[in-house]
C-alpha cells in the first residue's frame, strides 16, 4: 500500500491541475473526464488489495453509463461520482497511509529496541552525572540513568507490551480505517444502492412478464386453439356426413358458418398468440429475426453477429422492435430496401439492433408510428433508442438493449 499510494497521490493532483488549468477549452476537459474515469481502475485495484489483505469485500459501484458522442462522452467523465470519489480516495489515502506507516514503524522499532536494549547498551557512549561519576546507559531524567539487570528487565517488558500488544493493536485499528475509507469511498453509496435494487426489481419484473406471456402463449398454442382446431374439424366431419342427406339447407349453412367461424378464431387466436410472444423465439432471437425478415413485404438483409445469446426476456423486446420498425419502414419510408443488422457493443455488454431504409427519411414522432411506445419499450430494461432520420434519407433506427 506504501509503494502504491504515491501514484494515487501524484495522479490525483495532475487530474486536478490539469483540468483545473485547462478547464475553459474542450481538450482540457476531455483529459479531464478520462482521467476520471481511469480514476476507477485505482478503485478495482484498492478493493482488489482490501480483500485480500483486509479481508474486507468491497462492492462494486455501478458500471459507468457512457453516453453516445464525443460531447457525451466528457459529461459521462465529469458527471460519475465514483471516479469523484475515487479520487477522493487517493488524496485522503495518501495521507493516512503515510500516518499508519510512522505509526506502526514506530511503535514496532521501539519494542524491538526495548527488547534488544540489554544487548546493545554495551555500545553506548560513557555519560557523566553531576556527581562526577560516569554511567552506559539511556539517561531518564536527572542523573538517573538505566542500567543494570533491572532496568534491563524493565526495558524488556516494556518492549514486549509494545512489540506484542500495542503494535498489533496500531495494525488492527489503522488497517480497519483502510477498509472503512475504501467502503466509503470506493463503494456504491445508499442512493447507488436503492437505484440498484430497483434495477433489479424490474429486470425480474420484466423477466417474470416475459416468462407469464410465454406461459400464456403456450397455454393459447396447446390448449385453445387445439380446441378450436377440434372444433371446425369436427364441423366438418359432420357437414361432410350430412351433405348427402336430406335435410334443410338451412342447417347445412348453419354448420357451414360455424366451421367458417371456427376457422376465422383460431387464425385470429395464432395471430393473438403471435403477437403475445412468438413461439419462434423459443429457437433464438437470430432464429426469430429470419423468420420475420422472410415475411417482410419489402426486400430485407440480415446481419447478426452476437455471438452470447441475450435472456429471454431482451430477445422478446429486440424481436418486437424490429417487428416495429421493419412494419413502419415498409409502410412510411418509400424506400425499396432495408438493411437490418444486429451486433454486440460496449465491451459485449449491449444488443445493438440497427434498422435502415434508403427511404425519404424525415421520421415524425407525432404521427404514430410507434416510435414512441418502442422507446418505452427499451426503457423498461435501461435501453435506449436513437433515430437518424433527415428529410431526403436515409432513416438508420438502432435500439440498443442490455445483454443481460
Not at 521501539?110 to 557523566?128: A, D, E, K
Not at 447507488?192 to 419484473?205: G, S
Not at 395471430?271 to 412468438?278: D, E, K, M, N, V
Not at 423498461?380 to 436513437?386: A, E, M, R, S
Request: aromatic share 6%; with cysteine.
Amino acid at each position: 500500500m506504501l509503494l502504491l499510494v504515491p501514484f494515487g497521490f501524484a495522479y490525483a493532483i495532475l487530474t486536478i491541475l490539469l483540468g483545473a488549468s485547462l478547464l475553459v477549452t474542450i481538450v482540457g476537459l476531455s483529459i479531464a473526464a478520462a482521467m476520471l474515469i481511469g480514476a476507477r481502475s485505482w478503485g478495482q485495484l484498492q478493493r482488489t488489495l482490501t480483500e485480500a489483505l483486509l479481508d474486507k469485500h468491497v462492492d462494486a459501484p455501478p458500471r459507468l453509463v457512457r453516453r453516445p458522442g464525443f460531447m457525451g462522452f466528457i459529461r459521462s467523465g465529469l458527471g460519475d461520482a465514483s471516479g469523484w470519489r475515487a479520487l477522493a480516495h487517493m488524496l485522503v489515502s495518501f495521507a493516512t497511509t503515510l500516518v499508519a506507516s510512522l505509526l506502526s514503524i514506530t511503535f514496532l522499532v521501539t519494542g524491538l529496541g526495548c527488547l534488544t536494549y540489554w544487548y546493545w547498551v554495551q555500545w553506548l557512549p560513557l555519560q557523566q552525572a553531576t556527581d562526577g561519576s560516569w554511567h552506559r546507559g539511556t539517561s531518564i531524567g536527572s542523573n538517573i540513568y538505566a542500567e543494570g539487570p533491572t532496568w534491563n528487565l524493565v526495558y524488556v517488558a516494556v518492549g514486549v507490551l509494545f512489540t506484542f500488544l500495542l503494535w498489533p493493536a496500531i495494525n488492527n485499528g489503522l488497517a480497519r480505517l483502510q477498509g472503512l475509507l475504501a467502503a466509503g469511498l470506493l463503494g456504491p453509496t445508499e442512493a447507488q444502492l436503492r437505484v440498484n435494487t430497483v434495477e433489479e426489481q424490474r429486470k425480474h419484473t420484466v423477466q417474470d412478464a416475459d416468462a407469464r406471456l410465454a406461459q400464456i402463449e403456450r397455454d393459447l398454442h396447446d390448449g385453445t386453439q387445439a380446441q378450436l382446431v377440434a372444433i371446425a374439424m369436427k364441423l366438418g366431419d359432420a357437414r361432410d356426413r350430412l351433405a348427402d342427406k336430406d335435410i334443410d339447407e338451412n342447417i347445412k349453412a348453419l354448420l357451414a358458418s360455424a366451421q367458417a367461424t371456427a376457422t376465422d378464431a383460431m387464425n385470429d387466436l395464432r395471430s393473438l398468440a403471435s403477437g403475445i410472444r412468438p413461439a419462434v423465439i423459443n429457437d433464438g432471437l437470430d432464429t426469430a429475426l429470419e423468420s420475420l425478415v422472410a415475411a417482410a413485404p419489402m426486400p430485407v438483409s440480415l446481419t447478426y453477429s452476437v455471438d452470447s445469446r441475450p435472456d429471454p426476456a431482451i430477445e422478446a423486446i429486440a424481436y418486437f422492435c424490429a417487428a416495429e420498425l421493419l412494419n413502419n419502414a415498409a409502410k412510411h419510408s418509400g424506400g425499396t430496401r432495408i438493411t437490418v443488422k444486429v451486433g454486440a457493443g460496449n465491451h459485449g455488454k449491449l444488443l445493438l439492433l440497427s434498422v435502415l431504409d434508403d427511404g425519404v427519411g424525415g421520421v415524425d414522432l407525432a404521427a404514430g408510428s410507434g416510435i414512441e411506445g418502442l422507446k418505452a419499450r427499451a426503457a423498461n430494461v435501461d435501453g435506449t433508442l436513437d433515430i437518424s432520420s433527415p428529410r431526403g434519407g436515409p432513416t438508420e433506427i438502432t435500439v440498443s438493449l442490455p445483454l443481460s
